[in-house]
């Protein structure tokens, strides 16, 4: 899987859709709603040049010039545009396919040089509105409820208090708490259900019913107490999935911290998560 700019895993190419956008640290959701929004309107913008009767003058002997100019000026806007909200590769690098370097040595009399020009623009246009269209679906997840997000791992879920027990505000010192378990985290436990071991396998079955039945239908928040909500996360759309489980946990936080625009704190009674966690910046609460 190729590595992002900060060294962090980068995301897998998604169905019906170019990829998805990672934020920078810093960088709020909506601002980067609105710079993909205006890069998008000026691509539509991008329109050839009619007169009467809505004939395209291209028998302007500049016109193509002036539509290949305007293209090239628009595709380096947007991708200085993007370093300021991702430091993602990939998508850093969308604007620049094999038709943009192609559009660059067009000349007056390059054959059907408008229509490449044309279908490069509309291309890139629908890439930054699905772009946005994800990003909008995934803040409008991470804004379904408030309080504290708290990640929870398989090691709490399986070998401590389930979280309908705890006193969760008391527990990290937060006065309202969103306890959000990752997806990976339920797959985990279901896998653990299979498992020859005892009594791992026979715990897993008792907690994953148990588990269900305290969130919400799909897994959308639903209240334990008072201050305290419970979640299993489902990014909508197709995931990446690291091989290492505590990897993709560690992701989760980043993604929640990052669309969220606050701090998360991970609740582990593993001492191996505690010091990655701590390693990526990210507060850490050792399970009583």
Do not use: C
Request: proline share 7%; charged share 25%; no cysteine.
């Amino acid at each position: 899987m190729p590595a992002r700019a900060n060294g962090s895993r980068a995301p897998t190419m998604r169905p019906m859709q170019a990829l998805r956008l990672y934020l920078k640290d810093g960088v709020d959701a909506a601002q980067a709603i609105t710079i993909l929004t205006a890069r998008a309107n000026a691509g539509k913008g991008l329109g050839g040049e009619t007169v009467r009767h809505g004939t395209t003058v291209a028998a302007n002997a500049g016109y193509l010039e002036r539509r290949r100019d305007g293209y090239i000026d628009w595709a380096d806007a947007t991708a200085i545009q993007l370093t300021n909200v991702t430091n993602d590769t990939d998508v850093l690098a969308l604007p620049y396919t094999p038709a943009y370097w192609e559009i660059r040595q067009l000349i007056p009399t390059s054959p059907r040089g408008l229509p490449l020009i044309d279908a490069e623009i509309a291309r890139q246009v629908r890439n930054l509105e699905d772009l946005r269209g994800d990003l909008e679906l995934r803040l409008d997840r991470v804004a379904g409820t408030h309080g504290h997000i708290v990640i929870v791992d398989t090691n709490v879920l399986l070998h401590h208090q389930l979280p309908d027990s705890v006193n969760w505000p008391k527990a990290v010192g937060q006065p309202d708490v969103r306890i959000v378990i990752p997806l990976r985290v339920i797959e985990e436990l279901d896998a653990m259900k299979y498992t020859e071991r005892e009594p791992t396998r026979t715990r897993a079955r008792e907690r994953l019913p148990k588990i269900h039945r305290m969130v919400g239908a799909g897994g959308v928040p639903s209240r334990l107490h008072e201050h305290t909500t419970v979640e299993v996360f489902i990014e909508p759309g197709p995931r990446t999935r690291p091989a290492d489980a505590d990897t993709e946990i560690l992701e989760t936080a980043h993604e929640l911290r990052r669309l969220s625009g606050h701090d998360v704190t991970i609740v582990t009674g593993d001492t191996g998560m505690r010091l990655r966690a701590e390693a990526e910046g990210i507060a850490t609460v050792a399970m009583p």
